[in-house]
């Protein structure tokens, strides 16, 4: 194929996908982003100039972040009180960096300063031009396999740490709850009572131990969640196959394919008929669920038993998810958008670990769908 024909080919595919509806996504502009050295994350590049995503809100374009990470310094002192209950560790690996913080033996990652420091938080988002955060718990403190008192107390300290933080910066912050997942029926009271206090719904994994998402024992979660409307987003932990053994593979193959497991999961097992109201966001992109729908829609066509499984076809299950923006390459930020289109997707960094987009890429559409009274 010659470079014109392939000019050709690729104007055509954007016209007949509406893949030209999706460029605002991704559109850059001369903005400038902090040195890494300001927010002591490595991970960002001072050379990446992005232009921040809107959402209209309070009569305002606002720019806003749906995937964002804190643990607030009363949540920390939590944990070192709580420290043999909780299998926490803070190791100092490196004389003049940041401690290694390690909950229950796995998943150690360095809690940078902004992590837990509201000034040091809020001065990031100044710097990204991000006016309000969408603020969720760290999956790393889910303590999903801790006893159910344990689980308990570890999220009604996270959710107090939070709300301490919007009480400091009400026009900043909105927040997701953590809920003890594994006692589902405690879960729905949780999550009730973070509504209660104005948070907007609540970061979930994939499940408990083998029990995905759709396992009738989360019912009363469920129930609550599709009641008051609120937004679950579904982040998964590392992969925990054994076969992913080599360094970091875990993160980087393992936590898409969680997403991947649990969303697929969600739409066999008749959770999103059943329960409509509930608004679910997918971490980074949908794992990699939305660049395979070709595959679920040729099962959807030549299988009695997949078509038996589902209310509508395959595409029109994953255009009831929203998508966050942790994908970095353009490419695949316009196919997600011809997919499901730009009012699925909210912009979203995963800031402030390591791996993050930062500042986020995104449309001010998703956000406004995402936040619908």
């Given at each position: 194929m010659t470079a014109s024909v392939s000019a050709e080919f690729w104007r055509a595919s954007v016209r007949r996908t509406g893949l030209h509806r999706c460029r605002s996504l991704v559109d850059a502009e001369e903005r400038p982003v902090p040195a890494p050295s300001d927010l002591g994350d490595e991970s960002v590049s001072p050379r990446r100039r992005v232009r921040p995503s809107g959402i209209m809100q309070w009569g305002k374009l606002m720019t806003i972040d749906c995937h964002i990470h804190a643990i607030p310094e009363a949540m920390l002192a939590w944990l070192r009180s709580n420290a043999a209950r909780a299998g926490a560790r803070f190791e100092q690996r490196e004389p003049g960096k940041p401690p290694i913080l390690i909950v229950g033996g796995r998943w150690p990652f360095e809690l940078k300063p902004v992590f837990h420091d509201l000034d040091q938080f809020l001065a990031a988002l100044d710097a990204a031009g991000i006016e309000r955060a969408l603020l969720s718990p760290v999956p790393q403190l889910f303590f999903y396999e801790a006893e159910p008192a344990l689980a308990r107390e570890a999220a009604r300290a996270y959710n107090e740490a939070l709300l301490g933080w919007q009480k400091r910066a009400p026009q900043r912050l909105d927040l997701l709850?953590?809920?003890?997942?594994?006692?589902?029926?405690?879960?729905?009271?949780?999550?009730?009572?973070?509504?209660?206090?104005?948070?907007?719904?609540?970061?979930?994994?994939?499940?408990?131990?083998?029990?995905?998402?759709?396992?009738?024992?989360?019912?009363?979660?469920?129930?609550?969640?599709?009641?008051?409307?609120?937004?679950?987003?579904?982040?998964?932990?590392?992969?925990?196959?054994?076969?992913?053994?080599?360094?970091?593979?875990?993160?980087?193959?393992?936590?898409?394919?969680?997403?991947?497991?649990?969303?697929?999961?969600?739409?066999?097992?008749?959770?999103?008929?059943?329960?409509?109201?509930?608004?679910?966001?997918?971490?980074?992109?949908?794992?990699?669920?939305?660049?395979?729908?070709?595959?679920?829609?040729?099962?959807?066509?030549?299988?009695?038993?997949?078509?038996q499984q589902l209310a509508e076809p395959p595409l029109a299950y994953l255009r009831r998810f929203w998508y966050d923006t942790v994908l970095w390459r353009r490419e695949t930020l316009e196919y997600l958008c011809a997919v499901v289109g730009p009012d699925r997707i909210v912009p979203g960094s995963d800031f402030p670990f390591d791996l993050s987009v930062w500042p986020p890429l995104g449309t001010r559409e998703g956000s406004s769908t995402l936040f619908e009274e």
């Open positions: 709850a953590t809920v003890p997942l594994n006692d589902p029926s405690a879960a729905a009271d949780e999550l009730a009572w973070a509504m209660e206090r104005g948070m907007r719904g609540a970061i979930v994994g994939p499940g408990t131990a083998d029990r995905l998402l759709t396992d009738p024992v989360f019912e009363p979660f469920w129930r609550a969640a599709d009641e008051r409307k609120v937004i679950l987003f579904l982040h998964p932990l590392l992969s925990r196959d054994p076969r992913l053994a080599r360094p970091q593979l875990p993160n980087i193959i393992g936590v898409p394919w969680e997403t991947t497991v649990a969303a697929a999961d969600l739409i066999f097992g008749g959770v999103l008929d059943r329960y409509p109201n509930a608004r679910m966001l997918l971490a980074h992109g949908g794992g990699y669920l939305p660049y395979q729908i070709g595959r679920f829609e040729r099962a959807y066509a030549v299988w009695e038993a997949v078509r």
